[in-house]
Every structure is written in C-alpha cells, then in structure tokens.
C-alpha cells in the first residue's frame, strides 16, 4: 500500500489558514499530524501536534481520529 493514497484528497494550506482554522474549530477538533523526525518534533511542534513519522504513517494511522480534519506538516 502506497502511503500517498492516504493523504488524498489534498490541499495545500499555509500558515494563516492553518491559524485561521484553529480560532474557528478549535485545537480539540483539529489533528495536527507532525510527520517530521522525533528529534525535529523534540525541537519544536505545535501545541497538542500527533507525532507520527512519515516513515510509519501507514502502520499507524489507527492512531488518527478519523472524525477530525488532519493538518499533516
């Protein structure tokens, strides 16, 4: 299974409407997914961002809420 089809449909956003999308809905029904390194994310991450390294996304996307839009960065 090829990771990229998880991640479709996509859209690009930046770091306005990511901040825009925060002040609307929340940071509790939103999923932050960091899908950097564990010491990248160690060294910095958005408040409340799930940690899954892009490496195993596709063994470990029970671990998303499939209810809530996801933000991958």
């Known amino acids: 299974m ?4 998880f991640l479709t449909p ?6 306005r409407q990511a901040e825009g999308l ?13 899908v950097r390194q564990p010491s990248e994310y160690e060294a910095g991450h958005l408040p409340g961002a799930v940690l899954v390294p892009l490496g195993e996304l596709d063994k470990r996307l ?12």
């Open 10 to 15: 996509v859209r690009s956003i930046d770091w």
């Open 22 to 34: 925060i002040n609307t809905h929340g940071l509790d029904e939103i999923t932050f997914l960091d």
């Open 62 to 73: 029970a671990e998303l809420d499939q209810g809530k839009p996801v933000v991958v960065y």
């Open 2 to 5: 090829q990771w990229k089809q």
